[in-house]
């Protein structure tokens, strides 16, 4: 490590690392992958194939098999007869058990599935190895333990399992949205068939072995790989007695209008737009660290992301020179590499979509400011941005860009404050930085969003119920609420344990 001398005295000292790549010799994966279905892999096959590649790079990391109509039809008859034959009715205990199993073996693995989580998706190791994969076993853990006490997750109900779950998940917490969608509808003694993104498969598929490895009874977990499509034909599925989803607020709405009238239950997590709302009695260079968390932790893939910084006027120009600092000693890179702070954007057509954005952004006469230094010259990267001069109205201000792009805008008092921060379609989260604990119960309390940190931002805990409100969608995963939507409840019954 070195120390490169600043010419600026305000400018914080730059050091540059030596090269620190985490090991993959003990990764293995398939080159070609088939489909999970009724508790083994389907043959790979070359005439229904797609690519995903590692976004690192650009180049192809394996292939997998596009499930058709047939396939989906073939998973959901799969997880039908598990959830018939023993698994809607085995003891909670029994399901527990395994799924204690899971969380172990992931934690055991963890290593592992950290390296092919990066490699398949372009997030910094420090990331997939010390928040996607622990959280990931975290949710196991605790859905575990509540697979024998649904009685008291719901006193005086009679809770019965909903059957086969449909389930679709996107790409930028591949296998933390799996454990958030298969462990409490397990716990609650649904079987699943679950679609993962096209682009991230690879700790799915991974998953699945997993599950192999630890005997869970054949049919409980089906995985069909696949575009939009096949999800399509999962959500139109009439086998299926709920559809979980997460993503993209366009696509959860098409997914609301195909099970409109069909009597199936539904739980949509989809996009954001959070605020982030640094008061002029905050510490700010604990705010500003905030920020990097809040908008650059896995590239700005993050659907609770605090994308638009409010700051109160006073402070506005000494928060914007030191996150300019700060912003400044950011390591965009090889993703493997334990320094990187910033790693790869998922895909050519999310790059597409940021620098897109930040396009229109200068368009509208926003200022834009980029940190220097190298960056990769092969693969997708994006350096992170800053856009100034921005107003209510800016499409960069209004809409979802889902990378490491943040706009500021400053308020004078409290109440405009609030107001920006609620003049947005979505409602999924919003972070409030400020020295006054009275300050953070007013305004968290008039935020419309179904997350509120303060003084910190993208905290998650299995405990804690996570969702959206407006158009980021409906129903909670997370906590005991996240039980809500795998579970039939019926009233002033005498509950059964
Ligand atoms: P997306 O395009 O909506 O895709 C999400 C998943 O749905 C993918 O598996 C996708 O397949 C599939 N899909 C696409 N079209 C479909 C259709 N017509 N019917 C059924 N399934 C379909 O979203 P994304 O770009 O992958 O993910 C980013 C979005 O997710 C952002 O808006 C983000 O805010 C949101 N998100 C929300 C949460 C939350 O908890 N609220 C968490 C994470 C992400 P392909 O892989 O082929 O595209
Ligand atoms: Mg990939």
Redesign the pocket.
């Known amino acids: 490590m070195s120390q490169k001398t600043s010419d600026s005295s305000t400018m914080p000292i730059h050091w540059e690392y030596a090269h620190a790549p985490e090991s993959t010799d003990h990764v293995q994966y398939e080159k070609q992958y088939g489909l999970f279905i009724d508790g083994a892999f389907t043959h790979y096959d070359p005439s229904k194939s797609f690519d995903s590649l590692n976004p690192a790079t650009g180049e192809l990391l394996y292939q997998c098999t596009q499930a058709d109509e047939k396939d989906v039809d073939a998973a959901v008859k799969a997880a039908r007869k598990a959830y018939e034959d023993h698994w809607g009715s085995i003891k909670g205990s029994t399901r527990g058990k395994y799924l204690y199993r899971i969380a172990r073996m992931l934690q055991e693995r963890a290593r592992e599935f950290a390296v092919l989580e990066s490699l398949d998706g372009g997030k910094p190791i420090r990331e997939s190895r010390d928040i996607d994969i622990p959280l990931a076993a975290a949710y196991f853990f605790y859905y575990a333990g509540w697979a024998d006490k649904l009685a008291y997750a719901f006193p005086a109900k009679k809770v019965t399992p909903l059957g086969v779950c449909g389930q679709?998940?996107?790409?930028?917490?591949p296998l933390l949205?799996l454990a958030w969608k298969i462990a409490p509808a397990l716990a609650c003694g649904n079987t699943v068939v679950l679609?993962?993104?096209?682009?991230t498969s690879l700790t799915a598929l991974k998953f699945c072995e997993l599950l192999q490895d630890i005997g869970l009874p054949n049919g409980v977990v089906n995985l069909i790989t696949?575009?939009?499509q096949t999800?399509?034909y999962?959500?139109n599925h009439d086998g299926i007695d709920k559809i979980a989803?997460?993503?993209?607020?366009?696509?959860?709405k098409?997914?609301q209008q195909s099970i409109a009238g069909r009597n199936i239950k539904s739980t949509l997590?989809?996009?954001?737009k959070g605020a982030y709302i640094i008061f002029e009695d905050a510490s700010l260079n604990e705010a500003v660290e905030g920020i990097v968390n809040a908008i650059f932790f896995n590239q700005g893939h993050v659907?609770?992301a605090g994308s638009r910084l409010l700051v109160q006027e006073g402070v506005a120009d000494r928060v914007i020179e030191l996150l300019k600092q700060r912003m400044a000693t950011l390591i965009v890179g090889d993703p493997l590499d334990k320094n990187t702070d910033v790693g790869a954007i998922n895909s050519q057509n999310q790059l597409n979509t940021i620098q897109r954005y930040v396009d229109i952004g200068l368009e509208e006469g926003a200022e834009c400011f980029q940190c220097e230094g190298n960056i990769p010259s092969s693969g997708f990267y994006f350096r992170p941005t800053l856009l100034t001069k921005v107003s209510q109205s800016s499409t960069v201000v209004q809409e979802?860009i889902?990378g490491p792009v943040l706009t500021v805008q400053t308020f004078r008092t409290t109440q405009e404050a609030i107001d920006k921060a609620n003049n947005t379609p979505y409602g999924?989260a919003n972070g409030i930085w400020t020295d006054k604990g009275s300050k953070i119960f007013h305004v968290g309390s008039q935020l419309r969003s179904g997350v509120v940190w303060s003084n910190t931002y993208n905290k998650f805990d299995p405990t804690s119920p996570?969702?959206?409100y407006k158009e980021?969608?409906k129903g909670r995963?997370g906590g005991v609420q996240g039980l809500a939507p795998y579970v039939h409840l019926e009233s002033n019954v005498e509950a059964e344990a």
């Open positions: 679709i998940i996107p790409w930028n917490f949205m679609k993962p993104a096209e682009t696949g575009p939009g999800g399509e999962l959500v989803f997460t993503g993209s607020t366009g696509v959860g098409k997914i997590e989809l996009g954001g659907c609770c979802e889902f999924l996570f969702g959206g980021s969608g995963e």
